[in-house]
């Protein structure tokens, strides 16, 4: 019978029929490593042999300048109120979101969302409106010598904005995949609340949590639209380490300027590792949660697979 | 934004028992404490500063604000704004639908740093993003030094904005394309296939289709990221006025020069248009949710 020969030749040309020939298959990738290479390899590529240029010796003295010590310690003071503030919230609203119903649910998740919408420069702006001194509050903040804006606390606030929904943005979806049934049952069995969501609940979503941590803290350190506007650029008070880059790269200070870049730059590469291995781990996770056996009766799709 | 993170959720997997909608929902405590928080803090920080910004230009007349918004400098400005971001945009559509193509679907030593590189503009600094493209690209940089020769500058032009904000919108179509093109069935190819369709014809009518959404998703991301996008784009753009000054410097000059009422009006431009790619993007992402549920 010729049946079972066409079968096959049918099944092999299918298998070719879902992919490419070799040629056209490494020619793509070529083309998109091309791609990456010169958007995302030359540039840190650049970053790393700009701030070499004059020798290490040259670019340790950048990173000793008092004013880079000033714009690195603002920096971490900045990413350590605002990370934990966007924190706490990501995970009051992603509760709220994930473990109940309510009206007007999607409005607020999309009003979670609008951050990321602005333009850091009218995020900026709008503190200037508030805090400002032709602001709601200036006159008063004035008169009781309070300074937001051209200070440290108009950055963070900027910072907080910016960085508002990261957390809660990892939070939501994944707490709403996992439901509430575990929880449910711990409180069924007699747990307070608390104890439902430390020993129940954050264990599910310490990865989730984590990854919106580091996301939300790469990008408070490296803000500068936002930052730029209400920091007032003063030389060792109010410059982050982006703005301090700034500065420095427009006095043409090139080395110094590519050296305080170069640790935005590693710090860049450290947030894609750690985010790398959490995604790998939570793999691994999901195949080895996918091996278990079924623990209810299995419904016939699963006893078909 | 998150495209990264749902790649890695679980999209498929363990069955997941949903908890069924009805009244006995409230067995879990903190409703109250948990959402009200979070419209608190929600209020505090983004909805009162932001409607800030609408009162301030209540306090414009609408001569004044029409005049701000429309002037000859800022008009210029939306031109190369939305012109730029459209590039550069539509470039990572066809870039970014590559990468994840290539990602998905083939195996080349390196994958997985290549895969973790894609998150790259999302982790850099804008700022580092501007001076490192601006150092390529200018007379006497790396790529710079072998087009000047030949009449090419891309630094300090209106074509350098597009290229900084291809880098900085090229996660955005990588990551919603990717999850889409890994969850699509390879029966369907190998139907249209055995049916006699050549791999062309199935790229384009049965596995384009299906990832469309994704991909439109991808691209109103980039072009939204990029209409906002201020710390790459100064240090390349030369900001000549007219020539190649994005609209978000405009506000910022502005505010420079003690103009409130300008830079606010003009603010409220760039608010208005994010709101409607927000809507836009949010009926995308509807969309592709409807596609793949219909689909699985």
């Known amino acids: 019978m010729s049946g079972g020969t066409s079968l096959r030749s049918n099944a092999r040309r299918a298998q070719a029929g879902t992919t490419e020939s070799p040629l056209v298959r490494w020619l793509l990738i070529g083309l998109a490593l091309a791609f990456m290479g010169l958007f995302l390899v030359l540039p840190l590529a650049a970053v790393a042999t700009e701030a070499l240029r004059k020798g290490f010796g040259a670019y340790l003295e950048a990173l000793r300048e008092p004013d880079a010590w000033a714009a690195i310690r603002l920096t971490l003071i900045t990413a350590a109120i605002t990370v934990p503030l966007n924190l706490v919230f990501g995970v009051a609203a992603a509760w709220a979101i994930a473990k109940f119903e309510f009206r007007g649910k999607a409005i607020l998740t999309t009003l979670v969302d609008l951050p990321f919408a602005v333009s850091p420069v009218v995020a900026g702006l709008i503190y200037v409106l508030v805090f400002g001194a032709q602001g709601w509050f200036g006159p008063w903040l004035q008169a009781h010598d309070i300074k937001i804006i051209f200070a440290v606390p108009g950055i963070v606030l900027a910072t907080i904005f910016v960085t508002f929904p990261f957390i809660a943005r990892e939070l939501i979806p994944l707490m709403q995949a996992q439901g509430s049934d575990e929880e449910q049952a711990a409180i069924v069995l007699g747990a307070t609340g608390w104890q439902t969501f430390w020993r129940v609940t954050l264990p599910n979503i310490k990865w989730g949590l984590l990854y919106g941590v580091i996301l939300c803290n790469a990008r408070a350190m490296g803000e500068f639209g936002a930052v730029s506007v209400v920091s007032g650029h003063i030389r060792g008070q109010t410059n982050t380490m982006p703005l301090h880059v700034e500065v420095l790269y427009n006095e043409y200070q090139s080395v110094a300027a590519f050296a305080v870049a170069s640790l935005l730059a590693i710090l860049a590469l450290v947030t894609l590792v750690i985010k790398s291995i959490i995604e790998w781990r939570h793999e691994r996770e999901m195949k080895a949660l996918a091996d278990l056996p079924p623990e209810r009766p299995p419904t016939p799709d699963a006893a078909a697979a | ?296």
């Open chain 2, 1 to 296: 934004m998150n495209a990264g993170a749902s790649s890695a959720l679980p999209s498929t997997g363990a069955p997941i028992s949903r908890p069924r909608p009805g009244k006995p929902r409230r067995v879990l405590p903190g409703f109250n404490l948990t959402l009200g928080y979070a419209l608190f803090y929600l209020c505090l920080i983004v909805l009162i500063p932001l409607s800030a910004l609408v009162f301030k230009t209540f306090t414009l007349t609408w001569d004044q604000f029409w005049a701000a918004v429309t002037s000859p400098r800022v008009m210029a400005s939306y031109r190369l704004t939305f012109g730029a971001s459209l590039l550069a945009a539509i470039v990572n559509l066809f870039g970014g639908l590559l990468v994840a193509w290539v990602l998905v679907r083939y195996h080349f030593p390196g994958k997985r740093i290549v895969d973790a590189l894609v998150d790259l503009p999302f982790a850099l600094p804008t700022a580092v993003a501007g001076i490192s493209l601006t150092a390529l690209l200018a007379g006497n940089g790396w790529i710079g030094q072998f087009l000047e020769p030949h009449g090419i500058k891309l630094a300090f032009t209106p074509a350098g904005v597009v290229i900084a904000l291809i880098f900085i919108g090229l996660p955005f179509v990588v990551r919603t394309v990717q999850p889409v093109l890994e969850d699509s069935e390879k029966e369907l190819e190998e139907a249209a296939t055995s049916l006699g369709a050549t791999r062309w014809q199935t790229f384009w009518r049965v596995i384009l289709p299906s990832i469309m959404p994704a991909l439109l998703t991808g691209f109103a991301m980039a072009f939204a990221r990029a209409i906002g996008e201020y710390g790459s784009v100064i240090f390349i753009a030369g900001n000549m006025p007219m020539i190649s000054e994005i609209t978000p410097l405009i506000i910022i000059g502005k505010l420079e020069q003690y103009d409130y009422g300008g830079a606010t009006a003009v603010a409220l431009v760039m608010l208005v248009i994010s709101f409607v790619m927000l809507l836009v993007i949010n009926g995308l992402q509807g969309w592709q949710r409807k596609r793949s549920g219909g689909a699985s």
